[in-house]
């Protein structure tokens, strides 16, 4: 019989753990999210001897405080009783600062272990630690690793054979000493206010640490717990005691201090900054060279990305044929251009833009796994505290003039669900690569060398979007905590872990497809419907009546029909809306013109003629506006819908996009009207 074992990991972001999460699991991972919750819920299985152990990776914070949903998942999670044993990851390069989570997880009774990671970086800083004197002083295992290494897993999956695992409780009397002395009386009022022996898995002095930091979920339990009269006592108490949080947070790290005393020991003085760290954390000369290493850093992953994309992009060739050899065997014309233009223009469609995640997340990966996207994160604070957000949240925005997908999935380094759905919301401001070259073919067509005017409108209102977007969206979506500074630790630099990262970044490529295949081929279906005609005549589909139907009212907007449904398959990919002019004007199938997405694969020549036989100025630029400002694509919207566990919140955006892009065409046709 096989036994089975739960392992939960609960570590400070870049404490290594989605790497060690990831080595132990491999490939035995599923995503999902936690019951009722928009948090992501990463779990895998792993076997080592005859034991199945299924893993789960908390999400990463900094303490076990309230004051995010992550947080509160994290520490009803530990406490649950679904987790037989908790593995806390700590950075052994700098134990004083990682060790915060260990201070604050001492006083629940679910067993854990210590691993002290990166043991390799601390060697090379000259550092020695004494883990077997650590675990003395700490009650608990502490296993020096290093989770880049699976060399080194023996130790662990060691560990985890042993048979003493139910006293692995981690002692805070120590701790519990300092609170008593830092809190005073107050501290032994509350203790005689509810059970000596605490509540469920808190014990009494965890419970008054938290009192005394105003946590309001220990707030609740605590009233549910003891008798309104002594709740109220319990409220009183509190009131008497001034920055409770100050004094904890005091008390947790004089403990640190205490257990690291002595057994850490340093043969070489820290390094001062090196000349690369003096210019990548200057206030000027920062910006600039992190700008510089996110423009190189997207075109490596367009080179990464261009052998799947090409890949994409050549299999509709395999279209045709295909199509011949439905009918040849006797198929039915709707049914085979249903499966080859279709079903099929979805597949490689969704192959290709995939390839785009593989490339931003292998070569983003390892500026995180390296250490310097925290260096971006500094340097940035202070402009992205302007839209409520800090630092961290500069990555969705650089990466967007890339692909927005990608900056849609770079929001997990983001601390709350709020600052990941708010810095989405902001960044679908930022033009993709594709969108200047269709803007860059109309506006040159039409303005000739005004164009470059065009260009600085649409980055002046640009400004002004941006603006409008995090007041509307910031007021509902941050909270007062959400809209402090940056507090971090800059972490040392690493060595890259290739083979880890390789594997991570198929991964993520293979769920990008997965939920976006989906949304894709229903997205298309739909087109297909609207535009199927029996002769490929695209003037007999319901697309084309429709169009014609409604310009009336898109006119107000100084969109003709034609350029609407541009329009309207922007939304699809932005490289469609091209193509979809060209089968337009062309009387061709749209469809079809849309499986061909690249942008070079359209007549520029036919569609500029074309477009100048057609349109007004005003008109052109009522298209162009329309087109920038409106939302991203398809697949953007299923990577949002995704990172943040909310189709509603994701469908809000969209549709405020949608209106402000017309609302701007709106705009800007009739006030160039009087000009032109």
């Not at 994309?309 to 060739?317: R, T, V």
């Not at 669900?417 to 269709?438: F, K, N």
């Not at 997965?514 to 949304?519: L, S």
């Amino acid at each position: 019989m096989t036994d089975t074992m739960t392992i939960a990991l609960l570590g400070q972001p870049n404490s290594g753990k989605s790497t060690f999460f990831n080595a132990l699991t491999g490939s035995h991972q599923h995503v999902g999210n936690w019951p009722g919750k928009t948090v992501e819920r990463n779990a895998g299985t792993f076997k080592a001897g005859n034991k199945i152990y299924t893993v789960i990776d908390l999400p990463g914070t900094y303490s076990l405080a309230a004051n995010s949903e992550e947080e509160i998942v994290t520490r009803d999670a530990i406490v649950s009783g679904d987790a037989d044993l908790v593995c806390i990851l700590a950075d052994a390069s700098q134990l004083e600062r990682s060790l915060f989570m260990l201070a604050d997880y001492a006083g629940i009774r679910v067993p854990v272990v210590l691993l002290l990671n990166m043991m390799d970086v601390a060697q090379a800083q000259g550092k020695t630690i004494d883990a077997e004197a650590i675990e003395k002083n700490l009650g608990i295992p502490v296993l020096p690793f290093v989770a880049s290494d699976k060399n080194g897993y023996d130790v662990f999956y060691t560990l985890l054979e042993r048979k003493d695992m139910q006293n692995w409780i981690l002692d805070d009397t120590k701790l519990a000493a300092m609170y008593r002395k830092e809190l005073g009386e107050q501290y032994e009022r509350l203790g005689r206010l509810f059970p000596a022996d605490g509540i469920d898995e808190y014990t009494s002095s965890w419970l008054i640490a938290k009192l005394a930091e105003l946590d309001p979920a220990i707030e609740k339990l605590v009233e549910t717990t003891v008798s309104p009269e002594n709740y109220s006592i319990i409220r009183k108490e509190l009131e008497a005691i001034e920055n409770g949080s100050s004094h904890t947070g005091n008390c947790k790290f004089r403990w640190i201090d205490s257990i690291l005393e002595g057994n850490v020991s340093q043969s070489n003085k820290k390094a001062a900054l090196g000349k690369f760290d003096r210019l990548a954390l200057s206030k000027r000369g920062g910006k600039w060279l992190a700008a510089g290493i996110i423009l190189a850093g997207l075109i490596i992953s367009m080179v990464l990305a261009s052998p799947i994309m090409y890949l994409g992009g050549e299999l509709p060739i395999l279209a045709d044929p295909i199509s011949r050899w439905f009918l040849d065997m006797g198929a039915k014309p709707i049914l085979v251009s249903l499966l080859c233009d279709c079903v099929w223009t979805s597949f490689c469609f969704t192959i290709m833009m995939c390839g785009f995640v593989f490339g931003t997340t292998f070569v983003f990966g390892f500026l995180e796994e390296i250490g310097y996207m925290a260096r971006i994160s500094y340097v940035f604070d202070g402009t992205m505290r302007k839209l409520g957000l800090h630092g961290k949240a500069v990555m969705p925005f650089l990466v967007s003039f890339g692909c927005n997908i990608a900056g849609a999935t770079g929001v997990r380094v983001l601390d709350t669900w709020g600052q990941r759905m708010a810095a989405i919301a902001m960044s679908w401001v930022v033009p993709c690569g594709s969108t200047w070259a269709v803007v860059g073919l109309i506006s040159s067509v039409f303005f000739g060398p005004g164009a470059a005017l065009v260009v600085f409108l649409l980055f002046a209102v640009s400004v002004l979007h941006l603006r409008l977007t995090a007041g509307i969206f910031g007021k509902k979506l941050l909270t007062e905590g959400d809209r402090t500074g940056l507090i971090m630790e800059l972490p040392p630099y690493h060595k890259p872990r290739w083979g880890s990262l390789f594997k991570w970044s198929l991964n993520k490529m293979w769920q990008a497809f997965q939920r976006a295949i989906r949304v894709v081929l229903v997205t298309y279906l739909i087109l297909w419907v609207f535009s199927y005609t029996v002769d490929g005549n695209f003037s007999g589909s319901l697309l084309y009546r429709i169009g014609n139907y409604i310009e009336p009212v898109t006119m107000l907007f100084g969109l003709r029909w034609q350029t609407f449904i541009a329009w309207i398959t922007s939304m699809f990919g932005k490289e469609g809306s091209l193509g979809a002019m060209a089968a337009i004007f062309t009387n061709s199938s749209v469809l079809h013109a849309i499986t061909h997405m690249s942008v070079e694969a359209a007549d520029n020549s036919v569609i500029a003629i074309a477009l100048q036989a057609a349109l007004t100025k005003p008109e052109a630029l009522a298209y162009i506006f329309a087109f920038y400002f409106n939302m991203p694509c398809v697949m953007t919207m299923s990577a949002t819908a995704h990172e943040t566990r909310s189709l509603k919140w994701t469908l809000r955006v969209a549709g405020y996009y949608i209106l402000m892009s017309l609302v701007l065409a709106f705009i800007v046709y009739h006030i160039s009207s009087l000009f032109f």
